[in-house]
C-alpha cells in the first residue's frame, strides 16, 4: 500500500496518561499535516511540516501537543496528559512538492478515546 | 468570522435532483481551492480542484467566484452513492500555509 499510513488506528487511553500516533507519508510528499477531526465537523487544522521544518502551528495546539518529523518521513503526534476533550479523530495528510501536484491525500485516521 | 464557511445542511434530495453547496473564505489572498468528500467514518478525498475559469467533472460543477471570495459545488442528477459530507477547501499555496476545511455540508440523496 502506498497511501498514507497511520498508527495505530485505535487507541483508547486514561486521562492524564501520553499518547503519541505515528504517520507515514507518501514517500515523495514533502509536505504533511496534522488534523484533528470530531463529530460533525470538519477537519480542523492542527500543524504543518515542509520537509522537517514545522512551518505552521494552529491556536488549538497547547503546550500539550508535540509534532516531529525529524527525518522528513514520517511524523509523530504526541498528545501529554491527555483530557477527555482531547478524543477525536486524529488525521494526516501528505502532499507533493509545491509544482508537481495539488492533491492531499489522507490516511485513515487514529481515532482517540479519552476515557 | 470562520475563515472557510459552509452552508449548513443538512441537504435531503431525492434522486435525479440538483443540487448546489456555496462555501465563502475571507482571506484573500487564497489562490488554490477544493471540494473534498467524506463518506461516514472514512478519510476526506479529493472531489474536484475548483479553478478561476470554472471546471466540470461529469455531474459535478465548480465555479469560483473571486471578488466575492466564493466558490461554489453543483451535483447535477443525483445518485444514491453521492451521499456523504462534502468539504470546501481552501489554501494560499504559501510556504508555512495549511489546507483550510470548512465545516462540511452533509448530503443525503433518497430513493
Redesign the interface.
Known amino acids: 500500500d502506498t497511501g498514507v499510513s497511520q498508527n495505530p488506528r485505535h487507541k483508547i487511553t486514561k486521562r492524564g496518561q501520553n499518547v503519541t500516533f505515528r504517520c507515514d507519508p507518501i514517500s515523495e510528499h514533502n509536505r504533511l499535516?496534522w488534523?484533528r477531526q470530531t463529530l460533525?465537523?470538519?477537519?480542523?487544522?492542527l500543524t504543518?511540516f515542509?520537509n522537517e521544518a514545522q512551518?505552521?502551528k494552529?491556536r488549538l495546539l497547547s503546550d500539550r501537543f508535540s509534532a516531529e518529523r525529524p527525518k522528513g518521513s514520517f511524523s509523530t503526534l504526541e498528545i501529554q496528559r491527555t483530557e477527555q476533550g482531547d478524543s477525536a479523530m486524529y488525521?494526516c495528510?501528505s502532499r507533493p512538492p509545491?509544482g508537481q501536484g495539488?492533491?492531499?491525500f489522507?490516511?485513515?485516521?487514529t481515532r482517540l478515546t479519552v476515557v | 468570522r470562520k475563515e472557510v464557511e459552509q452552508d449548513p445542511g443538512p441537504f435531503n434530495v431525492p434522486e435525479g435532483a440538483t443540487v448546489a453547496f456555496n462555501c465563502t473564505y475571507s482571506n484573500s489572498a487564497s489562490q488554490s481551492f477544493f471540494w473534498y468528500r467524506q463518506d461516514c467514518r472514512k478519510e476526506p478525498k479529493l472531489l474536484m480542484s475548483v479553478y478561476s475559469s470554472g471546471n466540470e467533472d461529469g455531474r459535478f460543477t465548480a465555479q469560483l467566484n473571486r471578488a466575492s471570495q466564493y466558490i461554489s459545488l453543483l451535483i447535477r442528477d443525483s445518485k444514491l452513492s453521492d451521499s456523504a459530507t462534502y468539504l470546501c477547501v481552501v489554501t494560499t499555496n504559501q510556504a508555512g500555509t495549511a489546507l483550510i476545511f470548512g465545516k462540511g455540508t452533509t448530503l443525503s440523496v433518497s430513493s
Request: glycine share 18%; no cysteine.
Open positions: 499535516y488534523y460533525g465537523q470538519g477537519p480542523e487544522f504543518y515542509q512551518l505552521e494552529s488525521l495528510a509545491s495539488t492533491e492531499a489522507f490516511g485513515q485516521g
